[in-house]
Structures are given as C-alpha cells and as structure tokens.
C-alpha cells in the first residue's frame, strides 16, 4: 500500500516505514491493544506525547515501559480523554525506538540511537 502524500513529507521517516493504522473504525480497545503489542519491545523510561499533550493542563507524559498498559488503559479516567485518537508520539531513549501515529491512519516504529542506559540495582551494590 502507497501512504498518502501527507506521510511522504515527514522528513527522516521513509515513506515504506509507514503501516496503515486505523483509528476511526476499530475499537478503542482494539487500537490500544495493537499499539501496545508494537511497544512490547521498549524498555525504561518512556516519553509519550499524544494530542492532549498540548493542552496547557497536561504536557508530555512520563511513563515506565513496564507501566505502559496500564498507563494507556486508563488513561481516559486519569486524564479525561480517549489516548489514541490522533497522532502520538512514544520514544524510549533505552531502546532508541520511536513509535509513531499519524491521525491519516499510519503508524511507523523508527529505530534510532540509544541515548540512555538503565541500571539495575544490583549493579549499583
């Protein structure tokens, strides 16, 4: 499939990195449940942006990899919206993957450079 021409403008992301994605006919549930399937591999700490995240009140969203589920599942309850219905954003400077949704309906996972290392407590002893 050939993505629209608004996904062939997105510098550095190639236009055959995209996937179809949607947002519109499927069930929350169900698009939460594939995005979280494409997260399985991020680790540590997470920056998350999504559309609400440029309302005054809110900002990025700061999450461990290990608490994503939960994070998206209630995300409706603890902030006041639905999570995915529009673009976002999820980077984990320990991996160096970023996950991309662009609200045409697209979803691309970019594998960039580690920025970040996590220790664990036993090596700190």
């Known amino acids: 499939m050939v993505p629209p021409p608004a996904v062939d403008r997105i510098a550095g992301i190639p236009p055959e990195s995209w996937e179809p994605f949607d947002l519109e006919e499927r069930e929350a549930d169900a698009i939460e449940?594939?995005?979280?399937?494409?997260?399985?591999d991020l680790r540590?700490?997470?920056?998350?942006?999504?559309?609400?995240?440029?309302?005054?009140?809110?900002?990025?969203?700061?999450?461990?990899?290990?608490?994503?589920p939960e994070?998206?599942?209630?995300?409706?309850?603890?902030?006041?919206?639905?999570?995915?219905?529009?673009?976002?954003?999820?980077?984990?400077?320990?991996?160096?993957i970023v996950i991309i949704v662009q609200d045409d309906?697209?979803?691309?996972?970019?594998?960039?450079?580690?920025?970040m290392a996590v220790r664990c407590a036993s090596e700190e002893e």
Do not use: E, W
């Not at 540590?44 to 994503?68: C, E, K, M, W």
């Open 33 to 40: 449940d594939d995005l979280l399937a494409r997260c399985a």
């Open 44 to 68: 540590g700490p997470l920056i998350v942006v999504n559309d609400l995240s440029f309302d005054l009140d809110q900002g990025p969203y700061f999450v461990d990899a290990t608490r994503l």
């Open 71 to 96: 994070f998206v599942k209630t995300f409706d309850v603890r902030v006041r919206d639905y999570f995915m219905h529009a673009s976002l954003f999820v980077v984990s400077p320990v991996t160096g």
């Open 105 to 115: 309906g697209y979803i691309a996972k970019v594998q960039g450079r580690s920025v």
